[in-house]
C-alpha cells in the first residue's frame, strides 16, 4: 500500500499555508485524492499539520471508510463548499491552498463568497509531486503495459478485411477488460486508410470498414491500481505500399533515437529535437506537428512534457510516453509509441509489443 502519510507530509512541505484544499465534484480531481488518500469517490479533501479530513456524503461514506485509513471522515451533503468551509473554520485555518489548475472559477466565487478564510491559489501542487515515481508506482505502470501488450497481440489475429474500425477498437477494449485492469486507460483509438492522419480520430463517428493495403493505426492502454499505460502500434491491412514502409521506416528509427537518448539531466526539447530532426531531415518535418511525449501515470498525460515548448528537465523515476509520427492527409499516418521509465545512465523500455517492422494483419 502506498505510504499516505509520507506524500501528505511531501505535500505540507512544498504549499505556503496552514492548510491544503482538495475536490473532486463530478471527476474534478480524483487524482488528487486517490494520490494523498486512496480514496477513489467524491468529496473535499482539507490537510494540515494536524488532521486529515475527508468530507462526503452518505453515496461515498462506506467507500471511504474502506479505502482509506487515518483519516477524520465527515459525512454532509453540503461538502462541495458550506460544509468544508465550516470544516476549516473551526479549526481556526488562516491560509488556505487550493490547486487552481483543477476547480472551478464557480467554485472559487462560492467559497470566496462565504467569507471564512483566505484561499491561496496554487497551480497544482499534487502533480508537482507525482512526477517520479516510487518503486510501487513503478510496477503498476509496468503492468498496465504488460496488460495492453498482451490485449494487442491477441487481438491481431482476429482483424479482418470489412471490419470496422469502432469493431477493431471495441474488441481491443473487451481484451483488455477480461484482464486483471481497472479498465482502458482512455478511449481506443482504432484509425484506418487516410483516418490514421487524424491524431485524434473517434473510431466510433463514422466508422471506416478495413481495405486491403490500409495503414491501420491503434492508440491505446490499460489502467492497473490507478496507473495507466500509453502505447501506440501502426499496423498494415495486407501488403503494405511502398509508401507506406517507408514512412514507418522512418518513424521508427526517429522513435528508437529519442529512446535511446532518454536519460536523466536531458531536457524535453533536447529529447524531442533527436527526433524532429530526424524527420525533418528525411523531408517530412512538416508533417510531425505535435511533442514527442509526455509524462504518465494517474492521468494519461501529466509532466515530464517533451516538446520543443517543454520547460522539463527529465528525473530518474520519471516515466514518459515517446512517439513520433507522420501524418499526410489524404493518404494516412504511422506513429509509434513507447511508454520508458527514465534512468541515469538511460531508459528502461516498458512496452514490449514488436515494432521492428510493419506487421500485416487481415
Not at 505502470?141 to 496488460?147: G, H, S, T, V
Not at 484509425?191 to 492508440?219: I, M, R, V
Not at 517507408?246 to 529512446?259: F, G, K, P, Q, S
Amino acid at each position: 500500500m502506498p505510504d499516505y502519510p509520507k506524500r501528505q507530509q511531501a505535500l505540507l512541505e512544498t504549499i505556503e499555508g496552514d492548510a491544503y484544499l482538495a475536490l473532486n465534484y463530478e471527476h474534478s480531481d480524483p487524482v488528487s485524492l486517490r494520490y494523498l488518500t486512496g480514496f477513489t469517490g467524491e468529496g473535499a479533501f482539507v490537510l494540515t499539520e494536524k488532521e486529515a479530513i475527508l468530507l462526503t456524503d452518505s453515496r461515498y461514506t462506506e467507500q471511504a471508510k474502506g479505502e482509506t485509513s487515518g483519516l477524520s471522515i465527515e459525512e454532509d451533503r453540503a461538502w462541495r463548499t458550506k460544509a468544508t468551509a465550516e470544516a476549516i473554520g473551526k479549526r481556526d485555518l488562516n491560509r488556505v491552498v487550493f490547486p487552481s489548475a483543477r476547480v472551478s472559477f464557480s467554485w472559487v466565487e462560492e467559497m470566496r463568497a462565504l467569507d471564512r478564510f483566505p484561499l491561496v491559489p496554487a497551480k497544482d501542487p499534487v502533480a508537482a509531486l507525482r512526477r517520479t515515481k516510487t518503486p510501487e508506482e513503478l510496477d503498476a505502470l509496468r503492468r498496465a503495459a504488460a496488460i495492453a501488450d498482451e490485449a494487442f497481440a491477441a487481438l491481431l489475429p482476429a482483424l479482418k478485411v470489412g471490419m470496422t474500425e469502432a469493431e477493431a477498437a471495441l474488441r481491443l477494449e473487451v481484451l483488455i477488460r477480461e484482464t486483471d485492469a481497472e479498465g482502458i486507460a482512455f478511449s481506443v483509438n482504432a484509425s484506418a486508410g487516410s483516418n490514421t492522419a487524424l491524431n485524434h480520430y473517434n473510431p466510433s463517428l463514422d466508422p471506416k470498414p478495413l481495405a486491403e493495403g490500409d495503414l491501420l493505426l491503434f492508440d491505446f492502454g490499460a489502467c492497473y491500481a490507478g496507473y495507466r499505460s500509453d502505447i501506440t502500434r501502426t499496423v498494415s491491412v495486407g501488403e503494405p505500399s511502398e509508401r507506406a514502409k517507408e514512412i514507418y521506416d522512418i518513424v521508427l528509427r526517429a522513435n528508437l533515437a529519442a529512446i535511446d537518448a532518454v536519460r536523466s539531466g536531458k531536457t524535453g526539447p533536447e529529447v524531442d529535437a533527436i527526433a524532429r530532426n530526424l524527420i525533418t531531415e528525411a523531408g517530412y518535418g512538416e508533417s510531425f506537428g505535435h511533442g514527442l511525449g509526455h509524462g504518465i501515470g494517474l492521468e494519461v498525460h501529466e509532466p515530464p512534457g517533451l516538446s520543443p515548448l517543454s520547460k522539463d528537465t527529465l528525473e530518474t523515476g520519471m516515466v514518459a510516453t515517446i512517439e513520433p509520427g507522420i501524418y499526410l492527409p489524404g493518404f494516412g499516418g504511422v506513429r509509434i509509441e513507447d511508454d520508458v521509465i527514465v534512468g541515469t545512465a538511460g531508459c528502461d523500455v516498458i512496452t514490449a509489443f514488436p515494432k521492428d517492422e510493419l506487421i500485416e494483419v487481415g
